[in-house]
Structures are given as C-alpha cells and as structure tokens.
C-alpha cells in the first residue's frame, strides 16, 4: 500500500511541475540526446531512431516518459557493468491501428533476466540488484505510464543477450498535426 501511495504521490508532484504537452519527435529527441550524454559518460554506446514518426502533441506530463526511460538506462548501466560491448537503443513508432499507437522500445545487451526474475519484475521492493537497489523504479514507471492511459511491459529478454522493455502511450487523432 506504502508503494502505490508512493506512485500516485510521484504522479501528482510531476503533473504539478511539469506542463501538460510533451512533442513527438522533439521533446522525445532531446530526452534521448540527454540519456546518449549520460550513457557516453559511463562508456555504453546509445542509439535512437525517431525517424517516421509524426508530430504529435500529447496531453500529459513529460516527466512520466522521462522518469521511465531514465529508470530504464540506470537498470541497463547497472546490469552491463563491465561489459565493454554493452549497448542501448531507443526507438519509436507509429501505430495507427492500436489504440495505444505510441510505441517506445528501450532495448540493451546486458545480462538479460532469468524467468524468475521476469515474473516479479514489476513488483514493489524486488530488485534484481541486490542491495544496491530498493526495487521501486519499474513498479512506479509502471504505475505512472498507467495513470495515463499507457504501459510498460518487458516485450522480451534472453538471458545473456539483453531485454527489451516496451512503452505504450495513447495519443488521440486529433492529437496529431498536420
């Protein structure tokens, strides 16, 4: 219970900081431009491709998808600690036909995640880091994605070869500029 108040607290204090439209490509952009920065700094390789996407204005506080993908690059940082050859990539798509047409895949090649990992991943206080983790990140990026409307799930992770993690967000029609 302590955990859910703790999300929806999160979520109140960024709608109450932040204006309420994010821009795709461009605010998304310069996220990944910041998170390529960050990740240079621990010497993990970070690509995106936004290309194809059309510009959209969506009714929700930036920090939700901000708040996600940082969480998501400390995880992949943590996990590929020591792998020379580790690298992430970002990459958004369109979807017209899906009622959450906004898709962001978050993709590493760190260690990946046992079964057994997968199945507690997005609960409150587990951590696949041990003790250097309060197990918080996913459970709250999860339940801040889901106050909007949107969702985090982990589309696949092979162990040894990486995950990728995968974002919804909805948009509506009239969202979309010409």
Known sequence: KRASWLAKNSLTTIQSEQPPLFSIPGDLDSYCKTLTFVAGKRDLPLHHDLSG???IRLRLPPAVIEQTLVNLLDNAVHHMAGRTW????IDARWEDNHPLPL????TDTGRGMTAEARSHLFEPRKSGRGRSGFGMGLYVSRNLLES???TLECAESLRWLGSRFR????CHLADKEA
Not at 86 to 89: A, E, P, Q
Not at 103 to 106: K, R
Not at 167 to 170: W, Y
């Open 53 to 55: 996407l059309p510009t």
């Open 86 to 89: 580790g690298s992430v990539s």
């Open 103 to 106: 898709v962001i895949d978050f």
């Open 148 to 150: 909007i409307g949107g």
């Open 167 to 170: 974002l919804r967000l909805p």
